[in-house]
């Protein structure tokens, strides 16, 4: 019989949240749930942030919806306040990060068209890469589990190995249009590209006369401490997607690009109904004004090394559930020894929630408006989810 009529596409976790309140969730009996998920890297601001919630429904007291035909009340502001915050001149608003992906691909193979080379169509991507589930998407990603049985790979993706600069470089040639990174891998588990590598594959990018396309759906938006995570690296893209935190938990991205990069984006060439319509700008100016105002950034960069510390001391005291800690701000992973599934389970008992993610990590996220009181009671609860996880390891070996 059929329970459902949903597609069967999650394995969900049997837990269902009526409402959010900072960074407190809370189920239909009452249950109240610390999220260092934040969606994943989605809540920004926390659940109910007064600023969104606001900003939110006076936008829905005026103007809902409008074609991209007519110009958008806030897109032009959201834009600029991106273009002066940023390397970039020009933003495309989408819905989601798989889009702001699609049109930071179509951007740069463009670019080439319009300059002579259209030949230039190969984008060069990383193992372990996450870039979102369209056909074009799973393809950059390369990862086997998303493409299998959805039919011919879509073509121009070539993978090299995560940190093989050698396979980088060879990879390189005629067919090129650009290099596409995630500054830090999130889904792959938290994987930071080292700032060095980072400043190499723009020098690679200059040298070879081709582009270079961040993804920072995951990291951006204050996530590690910085607006973007590159500017860690002191260098820029010349095309950046983005998501998750700008929307704050409405559905909203873009795509970012220098005015040379766009030079082929011209009317006609691309489109969306619904990206950047009024009620996503009024969310997105919101967050911008919140994260972009004076000490905002500090704070989580001082959040971050806080919470850094203490979870490298949970760490220390349960050697045989976690590995070691990373990352970088509010964007940390927990590397597990034990089944990362497992210990998620004791995080759930505990009243806690992270995300999983590959090579066996646990990515702790927690919105950047956290505490640091929340901070510490987010501690205290994983440690006491890593002793019952311990307690579970040894009652194994003692059976
Ligand atoms: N890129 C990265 C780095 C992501 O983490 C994700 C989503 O997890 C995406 C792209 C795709 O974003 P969306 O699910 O909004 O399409």
């Known amino acids: 019989m059929v329970e459902t009529s949903l597609y069967q596409t999650y394995n969900r976790a049997d ?7 900072g960074v407190w969730l809370e189920t239909a009996d009452g249950r109240r749930f610390l999220d260092c998920a934040a969606g994943i890297a989605v809540n920004s601001l926390g659940h109910s942030h007064p600023a969104l919630v606001d900003a939110l429904k006076t936008q829905a007291d ?14 032009e502001a959201f834009a600029t306040k991106l273009t002066e915050a940023t390397f970039a001149d020009r933003v495309f608003c989408t819905n989601s990060g798989a889009e702001a992906l699609e049109c930071a691909i179509k951007t740069a193979r463009r670019h080439f068209y319009v300059n002579g080379q259209p030949e230039r169509v190969n984008i ?4 372990g890469a996450f870039h979102g589930r369209t056909l074009a998407t799973i393809a950059a990603g390369g990862q086997a589990k998303y493409l299998e049985g959805f039919g011919p790979k879509a073509p121009g993706f070539i993978q090299v190995p995560f940190g093989d600069h050698d396979a980088l470089r060879a990879a390189v040639d005629e067919h090129t249009a650009s290099i596409l990174v995630e500054p830090i891998q999130g889904e792959g588990g938290i994987r930071p590209l080292p700032t060095e590598c980072l400043r190499g594959l723009r020098e690679l990018c200059d040298e ?3 582009l270079l396309i961040f993804d920072e759906v995951q990291t951006g938006v204050g996530r590690t401490g910085k607006l973007f995570a590159h500017e860690w690296a002191g260098i820029t893209p010349d095309i950046m997607a983005i998501a998750k935190g700008i929307g704050g938990g409405f559905p909203l991205g873009a795509c970012l690009s220098t005015e040379a990069a ?3 984006m011209v009317a006609g060439t691309h489109g969306t109904t619904y990206g950047g319509n009024p009620l996503a700008m009024a969310v997105g100016n919101a967050v911008l004004d919140v994260v972009l105002a004076d000490g905002f950034l500090d704070g989580v960069q001082r959040k971050g090394l806080l919470l850094k510390q203490k979870l490298a001391g949970v760490v220390d005291r349960h050697p045989d559930v976690f590995e070691e800690i990373r990352g970088k701000g509010l964007m940390l ?3 597990c020894r034990a089944p990362n599934v497992d210990v998620l389970r004791h995080f759930r008992d505990h009243n806690v929630l992270a995300v999983g993610a590959g090579e066996n990590v646990l990515r702790i996220m927690p919105p950047l408006t956290i505490t640091e009181d929340e901070l510490e009671e987010a501690v205290s609860r994983i440690d006491a989810a890593a002793d019952a996880m311990d307690s579970e390891l040894k009652r194994g070996a003692a059976e």
């Open 15 to 21: 837990l269902s949240f009526v409402r959010g309140e």
């Open 62 to 75: 005026k103007l809902w919806h409008v074609s991209n035909l007519y110009a958008i009340d806030g897109q």
């Open 124 to 127: 060069i991507t990383v193992e």
């Open 208 to 210: 070879a006369g081709i």
């Open 262 to 264: 766009a030079d082929g």
């Open 333 to 335: 992973g927990l590397k």
